[in-house]
């Protein structure tokens, strides 16, 4: 089926490109130049064999050059399909050397005739893009063919004659002639390639757009291994040791019955949109959306090794819980509940491949720790990242996580030891961090520089500057135990007992130096 639809397509984009275009493909333009050429070639030793005092054969060069025609013909196919167009090129660029060399033989070098001879076949070597080599060997066989017609053919009379004035006339036209139709030809052919490109360029544009489309049904390194032909379409699977990521929205099922449809499909979109962009930045790949869950996983088709797809799968779900805190906060103004995430990381070897029929497939993982994922994903609290203690093993040493109570999962007979995963550890602030994310009693920072336009910071830079004024003004209004300075008398510190005694005891002297 996949050939004849090959050959179909073949033949209607040919059948395409002719009607964009507007005109065939000149195929036979060479021969047809190089016939005109020999007829020009032809009419001049003619012209020569009736004017000149002495000629003996020229007369037959005619018939000659017809059979030298012919043979190209079939030359010229023949090489086609042997050799490349550079060999063909050659070859053919020969035998009109040999052509051109036996007619100036037969015009024992008539002046005129042999420098428009030589110019006319410069003229063709330039076009042919003749290589110095190859021009060097064709002037030592012009010189050959040359000597060996002059020698037993036409007779060596005396050379570089005066040409007639007709027989100037005749040649000047012939190769006015031959070089406007090669010119002619040379601009069809910078016309036809660049409406094929134009042509292909479209049909290219068509193809990745397309290509786009369909890669938005699958996983994106998937689609391009498959484009670029380093995998085939095919019902196969392997065994690999991969990072799989589980993730919900908690309470999503009930809040879709209190929702209405239109306004469920809002944030169901924009949850997985924000969710997708951040997981195809840390190069994950997207296994499929269940309602609210999220299937991703780390180590096929591209992987950076077990411990570090281990890591960057924590990254990504670090950045996720950071963007949901964002889209909260959206969504609360917006008049929404708050919603929450819960996710489940779990490391493991997993079967990963090609299921289904040979019509109809999906790229998917099988395996214990996929479902080890899910159910750690439906353990976790709100907001929080449970890994399984395989995954802690792989990043303990640049996350914080805290051991918590072996839980029994569903499907799984022992215990699973789990972790939470807090952040990552950082001995430096980054200076030009892009999330600010801090909370406390009464106050919530959250900033995603992201976000942000270079025409917003000014307005940013004084909404933060009127916070901190008004931090300090309370700050003043307050003393050191957070009671409110409602007077005066707020102010009025108690005096140390030692500053009341020395006091007492300055008055006591004064009075008696005034009693004295």
Known sequence: MLPVWSSRSYWRAGVSLNRVTGKQHPLHFEFIHRL????????????????????????????????????????????????????????????????????????????????????????????????FLMASVAAL???????????????????FEVTSPELTVIGLLCLIIFINLGNYYQNQHIQKLDQQRLYYFEQMNRYIEFANQLSRYAPL?????????????????????????????????????????????????????????????YGATVDKFMGD?????????????????????????????????????RWKKMGYPALHIR???????????????????????????????????????????????????????????????PIYLKGFQEPVRTWQVMEKFSVHRLEHQQWFDYEYKGFHLILNLEEIENFEYSELVEVLEQMIERIRTQQKLTNSHGVAKL????????????????????????MKVDQF
């Not at 008398?489 to 002297?509: G, L, M, Y």
Request: aromatic residues 12%.
């Open 36 to 131: 005109i050429g020999y007829l020009m070639l032809s009419l001049t030793v003619v012209i020569y064999y009736f004017t000149a005092p002495e000629t003996n054969y020229q007369i037959y060069l005619p018939f000659a050059f017809l059979g030298i025609l012919l043979v190209s013909r079939r030359l010229e196919r023949w090489l086609k399909y042997r050799f490349d167009y550079k060999i063909k090129r050659n070859i053919l660029f020969l035998l009109d050397v040999i052509v051109v060399a036996t007619t100036l033989a037969a015009v024992h070098l008539s002046l005129t005739l042999t420098f428009l001879a030589i110019f006319g076949l410069v003229y063709t070597s330039i076009n042919n893009k003749i290589s």
């Open 141 to 159: 066989l012009s010189i050959i063919i040359f000597y060996f017609h002059s020698l037993f053919v036409f007779g060596t009379l005396q050379y």
């Open 221 to 281: 390194q998937l689609c391009q291994q498959i484009m670029n032909g380093e995998v085939e379409a095919k019902i196969e699977y392997k065994r690999k040791k991969m990072t799989i990521f589980f993730s919900d929205i908690q309470g999503f099922t009930e809040l879709s019955e209190t929702l209405i449809p239109d306004d469920l499909a809002f944030l169901l979109n924009e949850y997985l949109s924000h969710m997708t962009d951040i997981a195809k930045q």
């Open 293 to 329: 869950a999220i299937l991703i996983f780390f180590g096929d088709p591209d992987s950076q090794g077990v411990e570090q797809d281990a890591k960057t799968c924590i990254e990504m779900a670090i950045a996720m819980r950071q963007q949901m805190k964002l889209l909260r906060e």
């Open 343 to 405: 996710m489940g990381i779990s490391t493991g070897y997993c079967h990963v491949g090609n299921y289904g029929a040979a019509h109809r497939m999906a790229y998917t993982i099988v395996g214990r720790d996929a479902n080890l994922a899910a159910r750690l994903q439906y353990a976790a609290e709100i907001d929080e990242i449970l890994i399984a203690d395989e995954t802690y093993k792989l990043i303990r040493s640049e996350f914080l996580c805290v051991p918590k109570t």
């Open 487 to 510: 007077n005066l008398a707020d102010e009025i510190k108690p005096v140390e007992q030692e500053h009341v005694n020395t006091s007492n005891r300055k008055n006591f002297n004064d």
